[in-house]
């Protein structure tokens, strides 16, 4: 018994030097605490917000458990856990369409823009993923469909329905659909730069210098927190201002 445990450690060696194994341990406490956070002020809002605060700790939750086996297997195996990271987008992501609907919801948003946005996120994956481990001889043509999939959603958000149900909504809805706006049109763009840092291509001159992971772990620290705190924010307006929006 004393012999397993001196020959099991119950954490990995954590290297000084090792920035990108830091960024994924971070980043796991990032997640945790923002889920915890989410989680216990969700029943001091407004019924209709609740279900809204519920999904942002929905998402950091998923995250703080991925990046927790992503942690774990970057310090034991030494790679980039690309399927780890793909199961987290696959479930969090198509639960960020599902926050633009919830807002949206006030001002008739109907369910089949939040398929359609869930559609084009899976799309986007998909092909990133086929890209980055299937068919990485293509990646640049894997990764140009993945962006195709991924400025119909901008499109969508800046300019197509969603955008008119925001208008329609106006207030704090209209503010917060701007800021989730600009979270997918910049935030959500740090992600094509970590792929192609980490994927051969035309573009290897100019981002071959950055870490994958360090790009994508950044990505998501901002875009998942990030996003959720606006909501939790257009909540706290909504609820404070008694809006009928
Ligand atoms: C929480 C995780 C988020 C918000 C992940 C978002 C991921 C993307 C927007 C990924 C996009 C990609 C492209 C637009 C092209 C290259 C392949 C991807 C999948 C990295």
């Not at 001091?44 to 950091?60: A, E, H, N, P, Y």
């Not at 310090?75 to 807002?103: H, K, N, Q």
């Not at 210098?209 to 909540?235: P, R």
Request: aromatic share 16%; proline share 2%; net charge neutral.
């Amino acid at each position: 018994m004393i012999n397993l445990m001196t020959t099991l450690p119950l954490a990995s060696k954590m290297m000084p030097d090792d920035y990108v194994g830091f960024t994924f341990f971070v980043g796991c406490m990032a997640m945790m605490a923002a889920s915890a956070f989410f989680f216990l002020s969700m029943n001091s809002f407004d019924k209709k917000w609740r279900t809204s605060i519920l999904v942002s700790g929905l998402i950091t939750f998923i995250a703080a458990v991925h990046y927790w086996y992503m942690r774990d297997y970057w310090a034991t195996v030494g790679e980039s856990p690309t399927f780890f990271r793909y199961v987290d987008w696959v479930l969090t992501v198509p639960l960020m369409c599902v926050e633009f609907f919830l807002i949206l919801k006030v001002a008739g948003a109907k369910k089949s823009l939040m398929w359609r946005l869930i559609l084009l996120s899976v799309i986007m994956l998909v092909t990133g993923y086929i890209g980055e481990t299937l068919n990485r001889d293509n990646a640049a043509l894997w990764g140009a469909i993945s962006g195709a999939a991924y400025f119909v959603i901008v499109y969508d958000i800046w300019l197509g329905q969603a955008k008119k149900l925001a208008v329609a909504a106006g207030g704090s809805v209209l503010a917060a659909h701007k800021t989730l706006c600009w979270f997918v049109l910049v935030g959500w763009a740090i992600y094509p730069i970590g792929y192609m840092a980490g994927t051969p291509g035309w573009y290897d001159g100019i981002f071959g210098g950055l870490n994958l992971d360090v790009v994508y772990n950044i990505g998501d620290a901002i875009n998942k927190i990030g996003f959720g705190l606006v909501v939790y924010n257009l909540a706290v307006q909504a609820s404070s201002n008694k809006e009928t929006a």
